[in-house]
């Protein structure tokens, strides 16, 4: 989705002109945005039923229609689903189903998705884009993109449904903007979305090695994907040079004969010389620090969603990119987009996120932390207030109404307003209401989870060359009294970690989720250390269960309900540690 050159199919300038007339009135164009919907909808069945009688306005609107939640729209979602083809949620027809990836509660949640999703999918990707060129101009070269279509199935009232993005990536209006810049892709994408995820990735690091003088951009929908993407290259680039030098594709990597037949195309015959170029870079590396750059010296930036459970590959991420740029993609979820980056060259861990008034109608619902250092545990919830009311400093949950029969429907998201531009809120997340570890009274949020493993890892392992690459947590309720459980998984087997080293991780984790009043009432934390590879199997039980590499997060925090990863977890603990922190 990038411009050819300056002066090409798409303006950046005029792009951001228009940002700033519609954040310039953000008030008027969120009455509007919110009068549009309601005409657009106002024969389905869901607001029929709430009295609004034809009203558009926002006190008419706010009402007569509730906050909602997910649970509330599911019945209705669920008679879309099986066919039920009256005005039910949206007087537009429903197109397809979105799947949410499920990743916490094992359980992926069905939305409507239709045609006003994909405009605005366009719309902030554009409004992203025109200010990242603006700011790092990428002209006539190449972007290599590690992003993939999941698998779909038919609904039995015979809608296709699959996940948000991949429904993006199927629409016409998308196949559209690619074929606009085909020459900027490092490869055939039409053929390797199609492919499994495992030839899929090898082939796009193969294409991008092909193309290492174009590239200007590297990118991935979520920063995962692209630490995932190296962590693979660490491991395959001796075959991936091998490939090239002979001119022909791994029989073993790579067997769907389409994607054979399309990279081979690529390939055009051996070339010994790039093959070479290449192993001496890797063999230059210093434990793959600045891989980006060394393999793509044209690269600018390094693209994606990097914030929320995204933050803990950073650090990662930064390793692989050395010097280049980390810039944080837009913000949105499986419901709807919310706002673009307009400050590319800010750091990922900074990053705000500017509302569009136009894609949807927000409001904001004021939340009180009960302490300074209380930064995601907000309480005593007051009316929401419209996009242009929120205050500087202050936290909110986020409250969308779409075009895909959403209305009044509380996100989950706490966010906090980082200022302003124009009229409208830059916005930077903090963290998912409900994803709590939380027994009796305490409350830590995946912030907090964040900071204290964060904080273990820098005070006893860091010390030793050991990082965690990946973690998660569950409140253990079968134990009396209940305790917390994390998961840790090194980048060395547990059996060559010394046990006073994880003992001190384990310990301070519970220090940092002390319950001040605790007394007893629960039992002290839980360290788990899990074999290396095991959140490998947990992306491949994913994956297993229709979810796309580019749309996976690892749950940070594993609900009961979700078994199958519980018991993935349970089955590759190396080592066991309770904490002594209070004895």
């Given at each position: 989705?990038?411009?050819?050159?300056?002066?090409?199919n798409f303006s950046g300038e005029n792009v951001i002109a228009e940002f700033d007339r519609l954040t310039r009135d953000a008030a008027n164009v969120q009455r509007e945005t919110l009068r549009r919907i309601l005409a657009e909808n106002g024969a389905a069945e869901y607001l029929q039923g709430l009295g609004l009688a034809g009203r558009t306005d926002?006190?008419?609107?706010?009402?007569?229609v509730p906050l909602a939640t997910h649970a509330d729209f599911e019945p209705y979602i669920n008679r879309i689903v099986d066919g039920d083809a009256t005005p039910v949620l949206t007087g537009k027809p429903v197109t397809s189903i979105s799947l949410s990836s499920g990743t916490t509660q094992g359980k992926r949640k069905y939305l409507l998705f239709n045609d006003e999703l994909v405009k605005s999918t366009m719309q902030i990707y554009r409004t992203s884009y025109a200010f990242r060129n603006r700011e790092f101009p990428v002209e006539n070269g190449k972007a290599l993109q590690f992003i993939y279509s999941s698998r779909q199935f038919t609904t039995k009232g015979g809608l296709t449904a699959t996940t948000a993005t991949t429904n993006v990536y199927r629409s016409e209006a998308f196949k559209a903007t690619m074929r606009d810049v085909q020459s900027q892709c490092c490869s055939p994408d039409e053929v390797i979305f199609g492919a499994d995820f495992a030839q899929s990735l090898y082939c796009h690091l193969l294409c991008g090695l092909l193309r290492a003088g174009e590239v200007q951009m590297v990118s991935a929908t979520f920063a995962h994907s692209v630490v995932l993407a190296f962590q693979t290259f660490e491991r395959v680039w001796e075959e991936l040079c091998a490939d090239i030098r002979r001119g022909e594709l791994s029989p073993i990597r790579v067997t769907s004969p389409a994607v054979r037949q399309a990279v081979s195309a690529l390939l055009a015959g051996p070339n010994p010389e790039l093959a070479d170029a290449v192993a001496r870079k890797c063999a230059g590396l210093s434990n793959w620090y600045g891989v980006i750059p060394a393999l793509w010296p044209n690269a600018k930036y390094v693209y994606g969603?990097?914030?929320?459970?995204?933050?803990?590959?950073?650090?990662?991420?930064?390793?692989?990119?050395?010097?280049?740029?980390?810039?944080?993609?837009?913000?949105?979820?499986?419901?709807?987009?919310?706002g673009a980056n307009v400050e590319p060259a800010v750091p990922p861990e900074c990053a705000t996120f500017t509302v569009l008034p136009d894609i949807g109608y927000f409001e904001f619902i004021p939340l009180r932390r009960s302490s300074p250092?209380?930064?995601c545990c907000c309480h005593g919830e007051a009316e929401p207030v419209g996009l242009t009311d929120v205050a500087v400093g202050e936290h909110y949950e986020v409250v969308m109404t779409t075009f895909a029969g959403l209305y009044r429907y509380r996100l989950g998201d706490v966010v906090q307003v980082a200022g302003f531009h124009n009229a409208t809120p830059k916005l930077k997340f903090v963290c998912r209401r409900n994803l709590m570890l939380s027994i009796n009274i305490d409350k830590n949020s995946e912030q907090d989870l964040?900071?204290?493993?964060?904080?273990?890892?820098?005070?006893?392992?860091?010390?030793?060359?050991?990082?965690?690459?990946?973690?998660?947590?569950?409140?253990?309720?079968?134990?009396?009294?209940?305790?917390?459980?994390?998961?840790?998984?090194?980048?060395?087997?547990a059996t060559d970690v010394a046990a006073d080293v994880l003992q001190g991780c384990c310990d301070e984790l519970d220090r940092s989720f002390a319950d001040p009043g605790r007394s007893g009432a629960i039992s002290p934390l839980e360290l788990r250390v899990l074999q290396r590879g095991t959140f490998q199997k947990v992306l491949r039980h994913y994956l297993a269960m229709g979810s796309p590499v580019s749309q996976f997060k690892s749950p940070r925090c594993v609900a009961r309900s979700n078994a199958g990863v519980l018991q993935i977890l349970a089955g590759n603990t190396a080592k066991v540690f309770f904490s002594a922190a209070y004895d």
């Open positions: 989705m990038l411009e050819k050159k300056q002066g090409g926002p006190g008419s609107f706010r009402a007569c969603i990097m914030t929320g459970s995204m933050e803990h590959y950073v650090k990662k991420l930064r390793h692989y990119a050395g010097g280049l740029p980390l810039i944080a993609a837009e913000y949105g979820a499986s419901e709807g987009w919310i250092d209380d930064a964040q900071l204290a493993v964060d904080t273990a890892a820098a005070k006893f392992l860091a010390v030793e060359k050991l990082e965690v690459v990946d973690y998660t947590s569950h409140a253990d309720m079968s134990s009396d009294p209940a305790h917390y459980v994390i998961f840790f998984e090194l980048n060395a087997a």
